[in-house]
Nanobody, 122 residues
């Protein structure tokens, strides 16, 4: 059975850091690209970052560039999103997605986690 489980969210003060994890099981994690998305109520889901199967290609939304780092450890079947210099506008539910192809555009294909809440206080 396929599972993607995000963890690491929580409440953090302005300027703080969090590291999200996405643990995969039930499929060959190294065969799939990974994306991190976020969503707030009433807004469209936003693609935050993407990473290719071998980590050779990475993409960041303008809102994440310079502050967030996407990475993966295929031996551990886990992807990460290190978030630094967090701001209140980063408050959202963050979702992990694993899909066949690396891309820098959002789409609904692949496997999804249940999301983890990140709240940044001002």
């Amino acid at each position: 059975q396929v599972h993607l489980v995000e963890s690491g969210g929580g409440l953090v003060p302005f300027g703080g850091s969090l590291k999200l994890s996405c643990a995969a099981s039930g499929f060959t994690f190294s065969n799939l690209a990974v994306k991190w998305y976020r969503q707030t109520p009433g807004k469209e889901r936003e693609l935050v970052a993407s990473i290719s199967r071998d980590s050779g290609d990475q993409y960041y939304a303008d809102s994440a560039l310079g502050r967030f780092t996407i990475s993966r450890d295929n031996a551990k079947n886990t992807a990460y999103l290190q978030m630094n210099s967090l701001q209140p506008e980063d408050t959202a539910v963050y979702y992990c997605n694993a899909g066949t192809y690396y891309s820098i555009t959002p789409d609904d294909s692949g496997y999804w986690g249940q999301g983890t809440q990140v709240t940044v206080s001002s």
